[in-house]
């Protein structure tokens, strides 16, 4: 690896350059393109996980609780429903880390989800197509579709 102050060979494991004194963290750091980030986009984000843990909450605690459940495969339906509202967890905290396969991941749990709890697939379609549009607000000429990494 070279210096970007003085050009000259730097040996490896240095963390400075020997000929000019340019520290290579302070080279690598700058070099670091971080993404714009919308604070409307990560208050959704972090929004949408509150609710969504809530939820697999209220599933796993109270639904039994109004519901005569007389055996263990009654509660397959509310156990898929849990995992379907986890693994869209999983994938909102894919996309607070700027992944793409966060929103599919997220799409493809709550699509599969809103079979299951039938009652509740409005709210869970609005919540994707809000979060779709709000992947798509501008900031700085770029929305924030474009800056996530697959």
Not at 127 to 141: C, E, F, M, P, Y
């Amino acid at each position: 690896m070279r210096c970007e102050n003085c050009g000259n060979e730097i040996i490896k494991g240095s963390q400075t350059c020997l000929y000019c004194g340019n520290s290579i963290y302070s080279l690598r750091k700058e070099n670091i393109v971080e993404p714009d980030r919308h604070g409307f986009a990560i208050f959704w984000l972090y929004f949408l996980l509150i609710v969504n843990y809530s939820l697999s909450f209220v599933f796993l605690i109270f639904i039994p609780m109004f519901y005569d459940i007389k055996n263990i495969f009654e509660y397959i339906p509310l156990l898929i429903i849990i995992i379907l509202i986890v693994l869209g967890n999983f994938g909102l905290i894919l996309l607070l880390r700027w992944k793409k396969i966060g929103f599919w991941v997220f799409l493809g749990s709550i699509g599969v989800c809103s079979f299951f709890a039938i009652n509740i697939a409005p709210f869970i379609i609005i919540s994707a197509i809000i979060t779709w549009i709000v992947l798509h607000l501008r900031k700085n000429d770029k929305t924030i579709w474009e800056q996530l990494k697959y």
